[in-house]
Nanobody
Framework: QVQLVESGGGLVQAGGSLRLSCAVSGDTFSSATMGWFRQAPGKEREFAAAINWSGWSGRTIKFADTVKGRFTIFKDNAKNTVYLQMNSLKPEDTANYYC???????????????????WGQGTQVTVSS
């Protein structure tokens, strides 16, 4: 059974950095898309970033406008883990962050929560001003 386990959340001051991890267990995927979403209290879960990988087309990355230029996303094949590096954090980045896996590796629609088959349990990120 596929499981996603996030880690790396915590409390950080504005301007600081955190690196979130999403470890995939139960299977390896030669082609897939991993998305990161976040949900602040009282708000809907929103797309933050995604990485798509496949054997023939390499890797493609997309970011929400709200995090572009501050967040990066990358995958460590050996560890079967996707990372979300968050720099220049702002108080408005405070949220519970979730990783999600689309096992079909579709190359469009990454912003849609419905596209993803598996979800992690979430990790809390709090940015103080």
């Amino acid at each position: 059974q596929v499981q996603l386990v996030e880690s790396g959340g915590g409390l950080v001051q504005a301007g600081g950095s955190l690196r979130l991890s999403c470890a995939v267990s139960g299977d390896t995927f030669s082609s897939a898309t991993m998305g990161w979403f976040r949900q602040a209290p009282g708000k809907e879960r929103e797309f933050a970033a995604a990485i798509n990988w496949s054997g023939w087309s390499g890797r493609t990355i997309k970011f929400a406008d709200t995090v572009k230029g501050r967040f990066t996303i990358f995958k460590d094949n050996a560890k079967n883990t996707v990372y979300l590096q968050m720099n220049s954090l702002k108080p408005e980045d405070t949220a519970n962050y979730y990783c999600a896996l689309d096992v079909l590796g579709r190359r469009t629609g990454w912003e849609s929560r419905n596209q993803y088959d598996y979800w992690g349990q979430g990790t809390q990120v709090t940015v103080s001003s």
